[in-house]
């Protein structure tokens, strides 16, 4: 896993555009519409995506359709998974904690 996929999921607006590419291959026109922001620039977002492996790109005809790739987005899953088993441990302790001071 690389720093880029963290930079590149850093912005609000290139998580967006990951959630849109979820149900599936869009071009880039449909995916711009989505925002208050030039083409170009919605296009300089997908590029850092696609820089970072997060979103393939390819031609149909003139338009450019992007495409979600999970094999970074599992990578990282997999990677913070220890993490979340530690911040899970350390909220139900607190929870019991609460819980006995309820009593």
Known sequence: MTVDVFAALAS???RELTALLLDGPRPVNDLAA???MSRP???????VLRDAGLVSERRSGR???YR???APLRELSQ????YER???EKLSNL???LDEEDL
């Open 12 to 14: 609000p607006v290139r």
């Open 34 to 36: 989505h925002f208050s």
């Open 41 to 47: 620039s919605v296009s300089e977002h997908l590029k």
């Open 63 to 65: 338009q450019r359709l």
């Open 68 to 70: 979600l790739e999970a």
């Open 79 to 82: 990677w913070l998974s220890p």
């Open 86 to 88: 530690f911040w899970r």
């Open 95 to 97: 929870r019991d904690l």
